[in-house]
């Protein structure tokens, strides 16, 4: 069983204690979905947990969102935009291989710390649900923009993103899995496999062909 962290349990008490003095609020259940997504994981998520996180009847909930489907898609929504800022914020100053791998590690961090949100922006985004698809492409964007820097066809570009993205992903779900429990640093391992994939992309690239990956901002 997963145990709530110290600063879980602080934002438990805030929030409930937030719903007593000023009514609670439609931010509020998001904020409370969040902490337990993280803690538990987005598929134990309902609003009952909701409910007795927040200290009120499962009724309540429903008061302030639609329901269970509403939460997950406002947290997917949330999810999307704060990856984007991750990723442009990490992107800053750089590009070709050196973005991607500043990129990448940023991504794995938020994997690390918003297990919740990361959970929620896995799933790709139904055609008809538009603000969600933007909020989506916003990220998808910004690795975009650096493959076009490399001079990567479209089709190379998918296969580089489904590549960084199965590497992030992968490792991030094995590691919350409990994988990778041995003495040897996991972020080594980690930076090794990103490295060898993203130098076979350089070398893919007419603009970065043979040219050693340097990565880390300066």
Not at 68 to 79: F, S, V
Not at 120 to 147: C, G, H, I, N
Not at 163 to 181: D, K, N, Q, W, Y
Not at 189 to 212: E, M, N
């Amino acid at each position: 069983m997963i145990r709530q962290k110290a600063s879980e349990h602080s934002s438990t008490q805030d929030l409930k204690r937030a719903s007593t003095k000023k009514g609670l609020g439609r931010q509020q259940v998001l904020e409370a979905a969040r902490v337990l997504s993280n803690a538990q994981g987005i598929e134990g998520l309902s609003v009952r947990a909701l409910a007795d996180h927040l200290g009120i009847r499962p009724p309540s909930v429903y008061a302030h969102i639609g329901g269970l489907d509403e939460i997950k898609r406002a947290l997917a929504l949330w999810g999307h935009q704060a990856l984007a800022e991750t990723l442009r914020d990490s992107a800053v100053g750089l590009s070709g291989p050196a973005a991607l791998f500043e990129m990448c590690t940023a991504y794995l961090r938020f994997v690390r710390t918003e297990p919740g949100l990361y959970s929620a922006t896995v799933p790709t985004p139904q055609p008809e649900d538009v603000p969600l698809r933007q909020a989506a492409d916003q990220w998808l964007a910004v690795f975009y923009k650096v493959f076009a820097g490399l001079s990567l066809d479209e089709e190379a570009q998918i296969h580089a993103l489904r590549g960084l993205r199965s590497i992030v992903h992968g490792f991030g779900t094995l590691e919350a899995s409990g994988a990778f429990r041995t003495k040897y640093d996991r972020d080594l391992s980690f930076r090794t496999v990103l490295t060898t994939f993203i130098q076979a992309v350089a070398d893919a690239s007419p603009a970065h062909a043979g040219a050693p990956l340097q990565h880390g901002k300066p």
